[in-house]
């Protein structure tokens, strides 16, 4: 008996990556240090929440990534949810800017990742797993430490473009 598989897709990429935008998301910052101490950082809207208890959350990153071996290798990393007025570090941590944390504001997590100054919510996590599918893969973090701002409004992420809240 042969195996299930998926059919081949009936849209282009580029069809498919507009109605993944379609999806509102928070946006984060995910930060880490390298075996070296050096920061690493970079925009990403792929997170979720996996678990209660434990407390778990995942994230994907694309394969060919240059801060790959970090997250890869790295045994803890931090998830910085943004605030809303924070979308010029969305833009500086997504773009190929050399040193991505000149300048910024940032204080060291119980586990040395970078923490964000303003961030709405800040999870640190221990790299638990890793699986890789298709071009990315994703790292499963269980979470040691999480905080709050309160009272911050959410950057979100819809249709190509920032919002700092949703438009009706």
């Not at 059919?7 to 928070?26: D, E, I, V, Y």
């Not at 833009?91 to 800017?97: N, Q």
């Not at 599918?133 to 950057?155: K, N």
Request: proline share 5%; net charge neutral; charged share 15%.
């Amino acid at each position: 008996m042969s195996t299930p598989r998926a059919q081949a897709p009936s849209f282009t990429a580029a069809h498919f990556r507009a109605a993944l935008g379609m999806f509102a998301t928070g946006v984060t910052i995910v930060t880490a240090r390298t075996a070296e101490g050096q920061r690493v950082g970079l925009t990403a809207n792929s997170f979720n929440s996996v678990s209660l208890a434990p407390p778990l959350v995942l994230w994907s990153l694309g394969r060919s990534a240059g801060t790959m071996p970090a997250f890869a290798r790295g045994s803890h990393y931090a998830i910085n949810i943004l605030a809303a007025d924070q979308r010029e570090l969305a833009e500086r941590f997504a773009s190929k800017t050399a040193d991505r944390f000149a300048g910024v504001a940032w204080r060291e997590g119980g586990s040395g990742a970078p923490l964000i100054d303003g961030a709405a919510a800040v999870f640190e996590c221990f790299n638990r797993s890793q699986y890789e599918e298709g071009d990315h893969v994703i790292f499963v973090g269980e979470v040691e430490r999480c905080s709050v701002t309160v009272g911050a409004t959410p950057l979100i992420f819809h249709g190509g473009r920032y919002f700092s809240e949703l438009p009706l």
